[in-house]
């Protein structure tokens, strides 16, 4: 165990999670951004989660590791909300660690889609339950002065997605470059900032979000287009049309509850940035793992690359989103 692991563990004693004993820390996958285990305790077992300062991709891509903090704060603000969007969190510990409640029997999205099991109504719920997070937030100062992690949410999402994509591309880079300084600029509702299906939980009254470690007082229009932007780069890989469905169901519920400003402008703005980062999931710093085929990457790159010339709401982007070409 290196130093900061014994740190963890003395942080959950000093706690009350754990008693004198020496717990196994179970290491738990799928993050690029953080080390997450899984402690059996007394009271059942916890999840302990550490951001890294280096993340886990090819490229060189550094990030502060205070953003355990601020997700800390997100998913208490989103307890706040509906105590169902999130887990608990027990204790927050050394090196920017916190310990939460773990979740028996609750998949992964991201696992039940690739198996086939694609539920447009629990699509829908994930819209609905994000739009739940930006209504009780928007127009909030008290909110925006408790997450002023704007260099954060740069370093994780603008940067890497959007301004990597324009050092390397000449003819957009003027378009993602304004949607970058619009996105540092606005200050709207408390966003996410990472709402993708491997970072939502199947529970059994809906979905849980996981992961906030890009929490910012932004713009909502963008935790719309992240997981829009996932569910169809799905639909390309697996060619289900299910997923484009599913989509169009995030997108219907989440319009639904919008009450802090004109639907039309945030759905445009959405559209714009699904775009960019339908892109960015292949010419960016974080693309699409699974996304090898070239032939895929070739569909996505020329529909994203003739959206962000012809922006379109992110609804009627949807619905004209194709998974091939004849």
Known sequence: MDTAGA?????????????????????????????????????????????????????????????????????????????????????????????????????????ELIAGRVDADFAAMVGARIAAVHAATANSAADRDAFPTQAMFRALRIDPFLLHVADHDAELAPVLRNLADALSAAKIALVHGDVSPKNILVAADGPVFLDAECAVYGDPAFDLAFCTTHLLLKAVWLDDARLGDAAAALVAAYRAGIDWE????????AGRLTAALLLARVEGKSPAPYLTDPEHKRIVRDQARALLRDPAPVDALVANWKRTFA
């Not at 717990?23 to 899984?38: I, N, R």
């Not at 004109?262 to 445009?268: F, R, T, Y």
């Open 7 to 111: 740190d963890i563990v003395e942080g959950l004693r000093g706690a009350g999670l754990i008693g004198t004993e020496a717990p196994a820390l179970e290491p738990l996958t799928g993050g690029v951004s953080c080390d997450v285990w899984k402690v059996e305790t007394a009271a059942g077992p916890i999840v302990v989660k550490r951001p890294l300062e280096q993340l886990r991709v090819a490229a060189e891509w550094h990030a502060p590791v205070e953003r355990g903090a601020s997700e800390v704060r997100w998913l208490k603000r989103a307890r706040g909300v509906d105590p169902r969007i999130a887990p608990e969190v027990l204790a927050e510990l050394p090196h920017y660690g916190f310990a939460m409640r773990f979740l028996p029997d609750c998949p992964v999205w991201k696992d």
């Open 262 to 269: 004109a639907p039309d402008g945030l759905l445009l703005r």
